[in-house]
Every structure is written in structure tokens, then in C-alpha cells.
């Protein structure tokens, strides 16, 4: 029997027709034979084959290490998953729009989504910003257990949607290091008017403790330390930050406290998502959570290695004083008392991050902390 006539008697006879992403893994189900396995039409889509294309913009350059690459490698197990259905097409920064405009472009439906940092839209709510994380708070495993399970990502969402935008989970830096100074820092008074590029929280704290904290894409950040234009920058950690010379320019690398877990976020236009197939939608779900997962582990196993080449460009790492540090967290305090006086929005998420952190303090304490003392 010709197969092309047999689906299509099929599809009449029963209603419900499964079908692969390949011709000859085509099969016909006759569920009136199997009363109890029924098909509930509402909230189930059958793809048909029929390809859908996302663009998706970056605040990366094509192919950065990590972040870029990661993304790459989501759009590639995406388009593996859905068997060439759905395909992600990638715009690194600048090459569709800006890397800070992905946001708006995304919001506005010009492109169907982005990966990027919540803290960068800290201007547009600054609940935002602790999304990302906040200094002195909750490391990688624990905003994603948060975020997963502790009542984060429903209120990202609904936060979120008001921009008509649907976030997920796109990666996580694990904890990122203090930044890297042109000269040391001995004590507070050193760090009164530097220039340094840090978003987020973080440079809220830095700001109450007399920086001048600055926002600057990745493209930007070298040319401005080597032209005095900043006299400092964090960005990530030793595999990336090698990779951007900064040793080159501010040979002083100091362990930090301001983002001890940030996540990245693969962020969609929230009406083209709702307009996906079912099955589209559910890959994506799943290969976020992939990705989220390699990403934070590949920051790992990259900066055990880039510390150890750290040693061999003689960069000495430092810890900064502590009255730097004690000035931080009461900079902290500060900073989260005015953003709730301000911010309904923020105060809600705060509460949520700061109940959520108690107890995993608690834990972590009991458990991880005491064994990495012994170890």
C-alpha cells in the first residue's frame, strides 16, 4: 500500500496520527483500539515536519569562549532534538542589534529572542538585577535550586512578562572574581573615585563604597583599561578574563564577593514563544536546562586550568582588605534598604532571595562549609 494514502487513511480512521522526523520512522496509531491511552487534542501539537526558524541576538561576539559557544551549542542540540524542525539562528552583538539592545529588540518582536545577563536591565526594573545575584549571596547551586524550586523563576516570569518576555535559564558563571586593578589596592582609601567597570548589584555596593561603577559591553572593556578610560574591571573569572588580556594592562587579580553565582539568561519574545508547537516548546524547556547545567559546569573545569596559567603569566592573586570588604556589606545593607523603599517589585523578590538564602546559609554551613574546611 502506497504510504503517502496509508497515513492519510490512517489520520481519518482515528484521528491521531504520531509522526518522526523521519520518513521511515513514520507510524500510525489507532487509538480507538487503546481506549485508555486517548489523546487529549488541546495539549498536544503535532509538528508535521513543518520547520520554524528563531532568531536569536547575543551580547556576545561570535564564538566567545563559554557564553557564545554555549549558545551555539544549544541552537545545534535544539535543531538535533526537534530533527532539523525548529532551527535557532544565531546573531552575535552588533551584527542584528547592539549588544545592550537585545532586551528592547526582543521585547518589541524585531528578533524572537536573546541570551545576555539580567543585570544589565536593572534600568528597566531593578528586581532585575537580583535575578543575576546579588554580593555576599546565594552561589550558582543555590540560585538554581531558587530559581527551579524556591519560587525564583515564577516571579522572573511575571516580572518579565510585563515586557512581554519569557526567561529561562541560560547558564550560570559560578562565582566570579573581583576584578583586575591597575594599581593595588591596599586599603579603602584606594578604592575612592576609581573608575571600574561592574554592573549590577555590585555596582551599587562599589558605588556606596566611592567607585564610579560604569557599564561596558565585552567589546569595550579592554581598549578602555588600556587607555586609562577605567582604572579597573571585573568580568568573570581567570578562563575568560585571560582570554581578554586584562593581565596585559591591570596586573593586580583580586578574589571577589559581588557576584558569587550569576546566571545567564536565554530570554524569548513571550507572543512568539506562546505561538510555538507544543513539542517546540518543550525542546526548548529541555535544552535550556542543558544548557544552563554544561555552561556552569564548563566555567568550572576552565578556571581550575586558567588559574594554573595564571601562575605562569606571574600574576599574584590578591584578596581585598578587609575594611574594603566590611564596607562592602555595609554598603549592601544600604543599597537594599533604599531599592525596597523604591521598588515594590524589588522588595518581592528580595524577600523571596532572602528567605531562600537564610536557610541555605544554614545548610551549607552545616554541610559543604565544614567539610571545605577540612579538606
Request: net charge positive.
Amino acid at each position: 500500500m502506497d504510504r503517502r494514502k496509508f497515513l492519510t487513511a490512517a489520520t481519518v480512521s482515528t484521528g491521531a496520527v504520531l509522526t518522526g522526523c523521519n520518513e521511515s520512522n513514520r507510524q500510525a496509531i489507532d487509538y480507538s483500539k487503546h481506549p485508555k491511552k486517548s489523546v487529549d487534542t488541546k495539549t498536544v501539537n503535532i509538528n508535521r515536519n513543518k520547520k520554524t526558524v528563531i532568531k536569536l541576538a547575543t551580547s556576545w561576539p561570535a564564538h566567545f569562549p563559554i557564553m557564545g559557544t554555549g549558545v551555539e551549542e544549544f541552537a545545534k542540540r535544539v535543531k538535533e532534538v526537534s530533527g532539523g524542525s525548529l532551527e535557532i539562528k544565531i546573531y552575535p552583538k552588533n551584527t542584528l542589534v547592539p549588544a545592550l539592545a537585545v532586551f528592547d529588540a526582543t521585547s518589541s518582536g524585531e528578533i524572537d529572542a536573546f541570551h545576555s545577563g539580567p543585570y544589565y536591565w536593572k534600568g528597566k526594573n531593578s528586581a532585575f538585577s537580583l535575578y543575576s545575584g546579588m554580593p555576599f549571596g546565594m552561589t550558582a547551586e543555590e540560585i538554581n535550586s531558587w530559581m527551579q524550586f524556591g519560587g525564583g523563576m515564577e516571579l522572573w516570569r511575571e516580572q518579565y512578562g510585563k515586557y512581554n518576555l519569557h526567561p529561562f535559564l541560560g547558564g550560570n558563571t559560578n562565582i566570579q572574581m573581583g576584578g583586575w586593578f591597575r594599581k593595588p589596592i591596599n586599603s579603602l582609601k584606594d578604592m575612592q573615585g576609581l573608575k571600574m567597570r561592574i554592573p549590577g548589584l555590585g555596582g551599587e555596593v562599589f558605588s556606596k563604597m566611592g567607585v564610579n561603577p560604569i557599564l561596558l559591553p565585552a567589546g569595550e572593556i579592554y581598549t578602555s583599561l588600556e587607555r586609562g578610560v577605567i582604572d579597573a574591571t571585573e568580568w568573570v573569572g581567570p578562563a575568560l578574563d585571560i582570554k581578554m588580556g586584562f593581565y596585559k594592562v591591570a596586573p593586580y587579580y583580586y578574589s571577589g564577593w559581588h557576584e558569587p553565582g550569576s546566571i545567564l539568561e536565554l530570554t524569548f519574545n513571550k507572543h512568539s514563544f506562546s505561538k510555538l508547537a507544543l513539542e517546540h516548546q518543550s525542546i526548548i524547556e529541555v535544552c535550556t536546562r542543558e544548557m544552563n547545567a554544561n555552561m556552569t559546569s564548563k566555567f568550572h573545569y576552565e578556571n581550575i586550568y586558567a588559574l594554573q596559567k595564571l601562575k605562569e603569566l606571574d600574576v599574584t592573586l590578591r584578596q581585598l582588605p578587609k575594611d574594603v570588604t566590611d564596607a562592602g556589606k555595609k554598603a549592601l545593607n544600604e543599597v537594599i534598604g533604599e531599592l525596597c523603599s523604591e521598588n515594590k517589585d524589588f522588595t518581592e523578590v528580595y524577600k523571596s532571595v532572602d528567605k531562600h538564602l537564610s536557610l541555605s546559609k544554614e545548610w551549607s554551613d552545616a554541610s559543604l562549609g565544614y567539610f571545605l574546611n577540612e579538606r
